[in-house]
């Protein structure tokens, strides 16, 4: 009997998944398939360095890339004339106030090389549960009350796992990133989860991270005492001439 190339998960959100050794080099990192995006299966796939990703017409497919792109959060690079045009900045940045946009405003972004969205009816669907269990954040970038740009992702213990982002002015997703970067950093919460590496995100200053590393390192991160629950408050109003 052949072996299939991946795992192919069953209907038990509990079931776990295969070893992340087991996951494919080319297309980097697959590793299953199938199963659903209920909260308990999303959140078991984040503590061992697994997401989802796929496209609409496909099976819900499962990745663990090697190596894995991250942001130390005292390391977000922003540009010496960026900052001085953030000085004169009057944004501000907040957390969980506009999810929902934020994660419609992602869906909808143009993305280079790619046709159409990943962020699929049904993920929208599962990252709006996760945020109200209090497990999927955002950080939103307001022109007065306009949104502008933002982030998004899954936060357990002291890792936030990112997912994508959006800018309708330029600049608006550097800043929420910077300024998610800046509050983790201060919260005590070294990395931030980028996932596959680009241009862009070497640009901003996320580095790779051998898989083994990094399943390493989440495992401690994930595992520390941080309970669930809205970020608004605790976020409180970043300025984003602060950033600079």
Not at 100 to 129: F, H, K, S
Not at 195 to 218: C, E, K, T, W, Y
């Amino acid at each position: 009997m052949s072996r299939l190339p991946i795992a192919l998960l069953g209907a038990e959100p509990e079931a776990p998944f295969p070893p992340a050794a087991r996951a494919l080099r080319e297309p980097n990192g697959l590793l299953a398939a199938g199963g659903d995006l209920s909260p308990t299966r999303l959140l078991n796939a984040y503590r061992h360095g697994i997401f989802p990703w796929y496209s609409s017409g496909q099976p819900i497919l499962w990745w663990c890339p090697d190596p894995r792109m991250v942001f130390a959060t005292d390391g977000v690079r922003l540009s010496s004339k960026f900052r001085r045009q953030l000085r004169k900045s009057t944004w501000a940045l907040r957390a969980d106030t506009a999810f929902n946009q934020v994660i419609a405003a992602c869906a909808q972004a143009p993305r280079p090389d790619q046709d159409g969205t990943w962020i699929t009816g049904e993920m929208l669907a599962a990252y709006r549960e996760l945020h109200r269990l209090g497990h999927a954040h955002s950080v939103e970038v307001f022109d007065d009350t306009r949104l502008i740009g933002g982030i998004y992702g899954v936060a357990i213990g002291r890792m936030f796992f990112g997912e994508s982002m959006f800018s309708d002015e330029s600049g608006g997703s550097k800043v929420a990133l910077a300024g998610l970067a800046r509050v983790l950093r201060d919260w005590g919460w070294p990395l931030i989860d980028a996932q596959v590496a680009n241009p862009h995100l070497q640009f901003l200053g996320a580095r790779s991270l051998a898989r083994s590393d990094f399943l390493s390192m989440i495992g401690i991160l994930a595992a520390q005492a941080e309970p669930p629950g809205s970020w608004t408050a605790r976020f409180g109003e970043v300025s984003a001439s602060a950033l600079a």
